[in-house]
């Protein structure tokens, strides 16, 4: 069964005013045994973090891991905090906002796989930001 530890992940950092980090998790591009599905860890920053309002050519599921704020999904807006579990259809309109304390974790599963150039974007600009010790 092939397992991966998060923090020995790269991660490829966004600026503000979208700011947040994004880390390939399994994805057919970088996983042999992985077909049709990507999964990737989203953290955003706390207080004005945001995903940006953006969509997807595949549909995507994001489960709220930590962090609160706010979704916005085709101009409607409702509360997230941990447990929420979001479904955002390929090609809708959708953001999430960490107002927190706190980074906002959302483990996101993109079915079927995201792009390869999307992918190979990540991939390319990730760099493992917490070196062994």
Do not use: W
């Not at 807006?77 to 809708?92: H, S």
């Amino acid at each position: 069964m092939p397992y991966k530890k998060l923090h020995e992940i790269g991660s490829m950092k966004v600026d503000p005013p979208c700011e947040r980090s994004l880390q390939i998790l399994f994805s057919p591009q970088v996983d042999e045994n992985v077909e049709n599905f990507t999964a990737l860890m989203s953290t955003i920053a706390p207080h004005s973090g945001q995903t940006g309002t953006h969509t997807h050519p595949v549909d995507e599921l994001i489960y709220i891991i930590t962090g609160r704020g706010e979704g916005e999904e085709d101009g409607k807006t409702f509360i997230i905090e941990p447990g929420t579990i979001i479904y955002a259809k390929a090609g809708v309109p959708h953001n999430c906002k960490n107002y927190s304390d706190e980074t906002m974790q959302m483990f996101c599963i993109y079915v079927s796989a995201l792009p390869d150039e999307a992918v190979e974007r990540i991939i390319k600009n990730s760099e493992i930001r917490l070196k062994k010790m």
